[in-house]
């Protein structure tokens, strides 16, 4: 009798290697027309699609190549399994870490159903009678594994399926039959946990015993963060007690699941917190020693980092403490995975996303260990960057300023903030759209603002460009567009000729000047330049050179300004 049907598409990336399965599906023509694909996109030498037929007689797939089109196969040695090469032999290997990260892989649709881990499934009895009797699933994940190990070793596929079912069927049964015989053991939270968990330390096979009393606890409930309120409890009870470390390395087991699980980040974090406030929490579990440093120095950080609620709060300070580094390396990852997405942190709020992102850099990269962390943020921010300075962004930054000057002042923030060349270099072209706007020039020319504010306002936007670490090109541009706009207001109001004849003492006039040749007082360009002209110009001046000679204090002052102007050595 035929039972399920499907339709699987494979490809050789080139005549030499071997077919590799891209996809599963239901439909005969969704398939064909998906491997044709691959192979007019040239993303293969060659493709096949099978139909594959359940049997109930057999209980294992037949297979009938329906299509294949492509460069010939060349035929190649079979690789051979070196004999040291780790391969699961008894139920026992099921349980490493490389294994485990198989079986979530094989298996997702199916835990997905299930509201399970991994680790859940190793350890429950539940969930193993239910996987025994979802057999098309359980085969269908034998032949994700069978299909590449044969394509490795040149070994029959059937032999290899053959043996994965008797390997699954053991490590179920074994587990199914621990539940009967009382093997795990249970932890009643409202009790002594670290007593409990002490007792079960004495099973010949403790790590397992209690796995199995955990996986009590969350099975439970199909939700990631319910599921880890009982894990929190029995961590907070546990830690501290050098003779129970063995149950905490235990419980990170779960803990990296769930965290790493789709979607389980989500329910971790709950539905009321935005993506920005959910990774400032997992911030301070990577790095939360950097931040308390961070924020002493600079109480911003600290604002934008808000401490985490307790439940990770409490894994924070394990994680300080120097447990759970599997668990802080998957928060990590967690981090710039969302980095390297596209969704907002912040949406309603883009100087607040710019202000989190600088603190996160900054307590990431001060709480790194490893070289290659440093350069995993750094990519990762500059991928992040590269949403900054799309129109869509920078129009929500720039909405809603009040004038001109507070939109650039938004855009040097950004500024400031992107990283990468490429980043950077768009970064300044929004500003140079701003500067070079109808409207700044008409808002600084206004006569109703003192001049000189306008002015110094000009001197601190270019001291602020600079800052900004822009390209060569960019920076020299912004500079002297501000230095245009300073000159237009300066002639406006006849600034040199004014300071000339308000100025009672030539000191007076010299100071005035320099202010402006040294850039405190003005912008940079051509104001500064008259400025420093017209200083020369004095100080050849007979009534001057007497002054200054007469008030040794005051030459004194004046010499730094001179030194900065280029007047003096």
Not at 196 to 225: C, H, K, M, W
Not at 439 to 455: H, I, V
Not at 475 to 486: D, K, N, P, S
Request: charged content about 25%.
């Amino acid at each position: 009798m035929a039972g399920q049907i499907h339709y699987e598409v494979f490809s050789r990336k080139t005549p030499q290697s071997g077919w590799v399965l891209q996809n599963a599906l239901n439909d005969r023509d969704s398939a064909i027309a998906q491997a044709r694909e691959l192979l007019t996109a040239r993303r293969a030498a060659a493709i096949k699609v099978t139909k594959e037929v359940f049997s109930d007689d057999t209980g294992e797939f037949r297979s009938y190549t329906l299509l294949t089109e492509g460069l010939p196969e060349t035929k190649s040695k079979p690789k051979v399994v070196s004999p040291t090469e780790p391969v699961c032999t008894s139920p026992q290997d099921l349980y490493s870490r490389h294994a485990r990260e198989t079986i979530a892989r094989v298996l997702e649709d199916w835990l997905r159903r299930q509201g399970a881990t991994v680790f859940e499934l190793l350890h429950s009895p539940v969930l193993c009678e239910r996987l025994d009797v979802s057999t098309n699933d359980l085969t269908h994940a034998i032949q994700k594994i069978a299909i590449p190990e044969s394509e490795e070793t040149g070994a029959s596929i059937h032999e290899i399926m053959r043996r994965w079912n008797n390997l699954s069927d053991k490590a179920i049964n074994r587990v199914i039959g621990d539940g009967r015989k009382k093997v795990f053991g249970e932890i009643d939270l409202t009790g002594d946990i670290a007593a409990q968990v002490a007792r079960l330390g004495q099973s010949p096979e403790r790590g397992y015993a209690f796995g199995g009393a955990v996986a009590r606890l969350t099975i439970t409930d199909r939700n990631a963060g319910r599921k880890l309120m009982p894990l929190t409890r029995i961590a907070t009870a546990i830690a501290g007690k050098p003779e129970l470390k063995w149950a905490l390395d235990v419980i990170e087991t779960p803990l990296v699941e769930l965290f790493a699980r789709k979607g389980g980040l989500a329910e971790i974090l709950g539905s009321d917190i935005t993506l920005g406030q959910g990774l400032a929490f997992l911030t301070h579990m990577v790095s939360g020693e950097a931040i308390e440093r961070l924020s002493a120095v600079d109480s911003a950080i600290g604002r934008a980092l808000p401490a985490p609620p307790a439940h990770l709060e409490e894994f924070a300070r394990l994680i300080r403490q120097g447990h759970f580094r599997d668990l802080r390396l998957q928060a990590f990852r967690n981090v710039l995975s969302e980095l390297r997405g596209v969704k907002r942190l912040m949406p309603e709020n883009p100087v607040g996303e710019i202000d989190l992102l600088r603190a996160m850099a900054l307590a990431l990269t001060a709480g790194s260990q490893q070289q290659v962390e440093r350069e995993d943020i750094s990519d990762a921010f500059i991928e992040r960057s590269k949403m900054l300075v799309s129109s869509a962004f920078v129009e929500g930054l720039t909405r809603g300023a009040p004038h001109c000057l507070e939109e650039i002042e938004r855009i040097l923030w950004l500024c400031e903030n992107v990283v990468g060349a490429a980043n950077k270099k768009q970064a300044a072209r929004w500003l140079m759209s701003s500067l070079t706007a109808h409207r700044f020039e008409t808002d600084l020319r206004d006569p109703k603002r003192p001049a000189g504010q306008r002015l110094q306002l000009l001197a601190l936007l270019q001291r602020r460009v600079s800052k900004a670490s822009l390209g060569e090109t960019d920076t020299e541009a912004a500079h002297a567009r501000l230095g245009q706009i300073g000159a237009q207001i300066a002639g406006d109001i006849q600034l040199i000729p004014h300071i000339l004849k308000g100025s009672k003492t030539p000191i007076q006039r010299i100071t005035a000047l320099l202010s402006f040749a040294t850039g405190q007082a003005g912008p940079q360009g051509a104001l500064s330049e008259l400025a420093k002209a017209e200083v020369m110009k004095q100080l050849r001046a007979p009534d001057v050179r007497t002054s200054l000679m007469g008030d040794p204090a005051a030459l004194g002052q004046l010499k730094p300004m001179l030194v900065q102007a280029g007047l003096a050595a």
